[in-house]
T-cell receptor, first 120, second 110 residues
Framework: GAVVSQHPSRVICKSGTSVKIECRSL??????MFWYRQFPKQSLMLMAT?????????EQGVEKDKFLINHASLTLSTLTVTSAHPEDSSFYIC????????????????FGPGTRLTVT | GQSLEQPSEVTAVEGAIVQINCTYQ??????LSWYQQHDGGAPTFLSY????GLEETGRFSSFLSRSDSYGYLLLQELQMKDSASYFC???????????FGSGTQLTVLP
């Protein structure tokens, strides 16, 4: 159980175009989803937190107009990188959390396999 | 804000025991998690400590001391497949989000 999928796994796009990445929780409902960015050999940096049906909360320094997040259902969140530039090339990872129903595993996040974005 | 420190690299041989330490400074704290990540892969959950003490799960154990803002991951009977990056992460904030440390690259030698 607790499987999270991401699509696509890899994408190459030209500078100036937009790319949409989907994150799905396959066997549970995710009240909260998170989007991370990871550069090679570095840590995961939280970009934003999204709750179903409400606006995402972005971390300091993350441009909300550039990284559009939509959490339209309890099983799907999307991240759209708008007007992508080479510096946006990175590994984007989503995670999903079932909810704060109690118990230690209510804090556990389940991660998707990641999307490697290359902007040329 | 949150900040975490952990060693950048650790090397050990098969069958050995390794301890990866993590110290943190945080303005809000619910617990400390540990994740494993192989190159090119997604992080996978290893453990979570909300209370002081040792949690054991198979070959892996995790410890937390809230008063010392310190935790560690203990890996026993190391195997080659344990070569990966290990991240400690504080669970905190209004959304109980994860703030990750910089990661420790563990290399297991034959």
């Amino acid at each position: 159980g607790a499987v999270v999928s991401q699509h696509p796994s890899r994408v190459i796009c030209k500078s100036g175009t937009s790319v949409k990445i989907e994150c799905r929780s396959l066997d549970f409902q995710a009240t909260t989803m998170f989007w991370y960015r990871q550069f090679p050999k570095q840590s995961l940096m939280l970009m934003a937190t999204s709750n179903e049906g409400s606006k995402a909360t972005y971390e300091q320094g993350v441009e909300k107009d550039k990284f559009l997040i939509n959490h339209a259902s309890l099983t799907l969140s999307t991240l759209t990188v708008t007007s992508a530039h080479p510096e946006d090339s990175s590994f984007y990872i989503c995670s999903a959390r079932p909810g704060l129903a109690g118990g230690k595993h209510s804090y556990e996040q389940y991660f998707g396999p990641g999307t490697r974005l290359t902007v040329t | 804000g949150q900040s975490l420190e952990q060693p950048s690299e650790v090397t050990a041989v098969e069958g050995a025991i390794v301890q990866i330490n993590c110290t943190y400074q945080t303005s809000g704290f619910y617990g400390l998690s540990w994740y494993q990540q192989h190159d090119g892969g997604a992080p996978t959950f290893l453990s979570y400590n909300a209370l002081d003490g040792l949690e054991e799960t198979g070959r892996f154990s995790s410890f937390l001391s809230r008063s010392d803002s310190y935790g560690y991951l203990l890996l026993q009977e190391l195997q080659m497949k344990d070569s990966a990056s290990y991240f400690c992460a504080v669970v905190g904030g209004s959304a109980r989000q994860l703030t990750f440390g910089s990661g420790t690259q563990l290399t297991v030698l034959p």
